[in-house]
């Protein structure tokens, strides 16, 4: 059986209620069965709701696929044992049973959906510090540089101040949207 060696999104279904829980058991037996470099991000898809109650506006963690949580991880045996017995986990979407092992997301499917949480599908880790300098590879200020101000691994995104017109101006970027300055 073919294993692949690159790190790929993948589609868990869970308890519905569980999701948290979830995250919470694989990140922990991630590290604590040494599989940080097999198992990396665990993601809830979740969307702020607001709403008003008695006068009050409050806000509200709601899950956008209730049941599911992504999970970006090397597709090995024993990762795929690990995640595949976290408890509260039922199945991997895409696998076809049988002992198979499942499909990953497209790149594309990933990407949309990441966006729309707020966050990046950077592949590689982004190997700056607060003060070093980027240049801007994709958006509005594609082609310029700037100084980075704040890091979010997290949300893979940076703060970064750009001289724009003799004025220092700040800007929060996606870590896909950098390249470091060499």
Known sequence: MVESVEKQWYVLHTYSGYENKVKMNLESR???MGMQDFIFRVVVPEEEEHEVKNG????KMDKTFPGYVLVEMVMTDQA???VRNTPGVTGFIGSHGGGSKPTPLLPDEIERI???LGMS???EDLDVAVGDTIKIVDGAFSGMEGKITELDHDKMKLKVNIDMFGRETSAELDFDQVDPVV
């Open 80 to 82: 795929w044992y690990i």
């Open 114 to 116: 990441l966006k729309r």
């Open 30 to 32: 991630a590290q604590s």
């Open 121 to 123: 599908s950077r592949h």
């Open 56 to 59: 009050k506006e409050k806000i």
